[in-house]
């Protein structure tokens, strides 16, 4: 056998272990993946993208709410898998809610997270260090374990507070205190939910936050951290702006509801026993929404399964919104002026839902724009990244494969891969040196 031939089979192998790695993560609420055509006005998110990957958009899970894409995007399962199916949420045996809602004082009780396993458990798992910065989840005891270092959820976070977490979390990398890092900014959402998606006020948010990008990616220079860091940033879903409104009090009677949750483009509704078929007529009839029995639930929304999921779910067409009275509405219609206001939670597959994925790093290619990916894809990157074994899941590696530096790409040892090995050295055996 050759020398030549035992270095090919060796580098085969070596070439079948994951990425090894440091990562930088950012969730960056509502950023709609068309924020971002415009590159020549945002030098801070262009030169990010001309030296790494951009996909054409990244598809939401069902409903294209927060916290439901938040573990989708950490999990890489769908909705009804982790069970995190509403910002708010009800379990009828314990008569507990988790309470996302506008002042986005959720749950801590174990009961709502433990569905399945976000990936910074996992690294806590393994033995890696991950710090986290006003990510939603953070400060939860998740299957036993939290993050090594959690900055909580707070409302408000500007500009500088995203900036400073910026520093903590690239001083935190290179110093090795973290193997990974994880940064939220909600800033976008907040004035589009306010403002409405095409409002100068959106546009100057992101124009602000392209001023915080640039920043990070001085602060990057400056480490020396280009070559052995790797970034992904994503989004959790689109905005779509309202234009019409539904009161469920004008088309059925309240008191024969047990409980009603949302406010929005999807509200989920407990009738009374008695009472389910009498309200699945009346709003069944109702324009410009869809009401679903459970068990017929679209199976393309990978939802209908989850624990959580409501007796009927009513399901706003675009730009509509579902309210129970006009006074649960976080704002007075009457009261608007010219303003338009934002709202997501639709069908996933709607074109505003869709939220944005960019990354660079050593382990992504260079300026290449990539296909469109989903949530759940995003949970193989970032494992690939990180060296580590994604736990089973919903995603794709196929769909973020191309995004890929060849010489990085995942290749699981298996064992038809030892048998291949095997093969290759019984090949070489009878290879003639001449």
Request: hydrophobic residues 40%; charged residues 20%; aromatic residues 12%.
């Amino acid at each position: 056998m050759t020398y030549t031939c035992i270095a090919v089979i060796l580098l085969s192998m070596l070439s079948s272990y994951n990425a090894s790695g440091k990562l930088l993560v950012f969730l960056i609420d509502g950023l709609r993946y068309d924020y971002l055509d415009n590159l020549d006005n945002l030098p801070g998110f262009r030169e990010i993208v001309e030296n790494g990957v951009k996909v054409d958009y990244m598809t939401p899970e069902f409903p294209s709410l927060s916290f439901p894409n938040y573990y989708s995007l950490m999990t890489g399962r769908y909705t009804e898998v982790h069970h995190m199916t509403a910002n708010k949420m009800w379990d009828m045996d314990s008569d507990t809610e988790f309470a996302g809602d506008q002042s986005f004082q959720y749950s801590l009780s174990p009961l709502w997270w433990n569905g399945s396993e976000p990936l910074w458990v996992t690294m806590q798992k393994l033995d890696k260090r991950v710090y986290m910065y006003y990510w939603p989840g953070c400060d939860v005891e998740i299957l036993g374990l939290r993050a090594s270092f959690c900055e909580p959820y707070k409302q408000n976070v500007n500009e500088g507070n995203l900036t400073d977490a910026m520093e903590h979390a690239l001083d935190a990398l290179n110093d090795d205190q973290a193997d990974m890092a994880a940064v939220y900014y909600e800033r976008v959402d907040a004035v589009g939910h306010f403002f409405g998606p095409q409002s100068l006020e959106t546009a100057g948010t992101v124009l602000g936050l392209d001023g915080a990008m640039q920043f990070l990616n001085q602060r990057i220079m400056a480490k020396n951290l280009s070559d052995v860091l790797n970034i992904v940033m994503f989004s959790d879903h689109g905005m779509s702006e309202i234009t019409n409104l539904i009161e469920l009090d004008k088309h059925i009677n309240l008191a024969d509801v047990i409980k009603v949750l949302e406010v929005g483009p999807v509200v989920s509704l407990w009738p009374k026993e008695e009472k389910v078929e009498e309200i699945f007529t009346a709003l069944s009839a109702v324009e410009n929404m869809t009401t679903y029995r459970r068990a017929d639930i679209p199976a393309r929304f990978h939802y209908k399964e989850g624990r959580f999921v409501s007796t009927l779910t009513l399901v706003a067409k675009p730009g509509t919104i579902i309210t129970p009275t006009i006074s649960a509405l976080p704002f007075q219609p009457n009261a608007t002026g010219d303003r338009k206001y934002g709202a997501h939670g639709y069908d996933n597959e709607l074109v505003e839902m869709r939220g944005f994925f960019v990354a660079k790093g050593p382990d992504f290619k260079s300026n290449f724009r990539a296909g469109p990916i989903r949530s759940v894809d995003a949970y193989n990157v970032m494992c690939h990244t990180l060296g580590i074994d994604p736990l089973p899941n919903n995603g794709s590696f196929d769909r973020v494969r191309a995004m890929l530096r060849e010489s990085s790409t995942a290749v699981p040892v298996t064992q038809d891969s030892c048998l291949l090995v095997l093969i290759g050295l019984f090949t070489c055996s009878h290879v003639s040196l001449y």
